[in-house]
């Protein structure tokens, strides 16, 4: 199956502590992307990377860090989480990292800081 | 710096009625244009999009028009059905000095009753 995929489904985690979320696509694209999703549905670019290397990086705290092994994988880390983080975190991928070809989504990551 | 604003949700609608969902938006380059719906508890997906101003996209019965001079992209569709419960977003490719993105609107969710 061809796709992108998240782990995990839900994460609960309490203030301070580190979070670490995966991403998998099996479409063979070059770019990858992160968004923040909100409760009140306003999607949010974080970072794209383009066959291993940054190229958006948004206005994001710095506690918020992408890590790419390889072009098919695109973690987020988040180091010493705050309440406002809470929200869902979209991984994407597109054949185009000019900004003109289709984004597929993954499912989503739901955080949840106590 | 660009922009995409829309419909505000919720829209609600009964079955068989038909459907806009207004988009405008404001950039100084030349973008593409797109549509994309999410479903509950999925990430969204592309419903079509428009690179060339003056040109219509379409799919499932949905359709929009890049008017480059109204600056709009409106979303229509004929007669909407209870499947089509979802929110909706408007977005526009943009070159800004962060490099490429995807610059998507607040998303409009749609309610269909039977």
């Known amino acids: 199956e061809t796709a992108v995929f998240q782990t995990p489904n839900y994460h609960v985690t309490q203030v301070g502590n580190e979070v670490s979320f995966n991403c998998k696509q099996t479409l063979g694209h070059d770019t990858m992307y992160w968004y923040k999703q909100d409760s009140k549905k306003l999607l949010k670019i974080m970072f794209s990377y383009n066959n291993k290397q940054l190229i958006v990086n948004e206005t994001v705290p710095r506690r918020f860090s992408p890590q790419s092994s390889d072009k098919a994988h695109l973690n987020l880390r988040i180091k010493s989480v705050e309440p406002e983080d809470s929200a869902v975190y979209l991984c994407?991928?597109?054949?185009?990292?000019?900004?003109?070809?289709?984004?597929?989504f993954g499912p989503g990551t739901r955080l949840t800081v106590l | 710096g660009d922009s995409v604003t829309q419909t505000e949700g919720p829209v609600t609608l009964s079955e068989g009625t038909s459907l806009t969902v207004n988009c405008s938006y404001e950039t100084k380059q030349y973008p593409t244009l797109f549509w994309y719906v999410q479903y509950p508890g999925e990430g969204p997906q592309l419903l079509f999009k428009?690179?060339?101003?003056?040109e219509k996209g379409s799919n499932r019965g949905f359709e929009a028009t890049y008017n480059k001079e109204a600056t709009s992209f409106h979303l229509q569709k004929a007669s909407v059905q209870e499947s089509d419960s979802a929110v909706y977003y408007c977005?526009?490719?943009?070159?800004?000095?962060?490099?490429?993105?995807?610059?998507f609107g607040s998303g409009t969710r749609l309610l269909v009753s039977p």
């Open positions: 428009v690179p060339k101003a003056n």
């Open positions: 977005a526009l490719s943009d070159n800004g000095t962060g490099g490429y993105k995807v610059v």
């Open positions: 994407a991928s597109s054949s185009d990292w000019g900004g003109y070809a289709e984004q597929f």
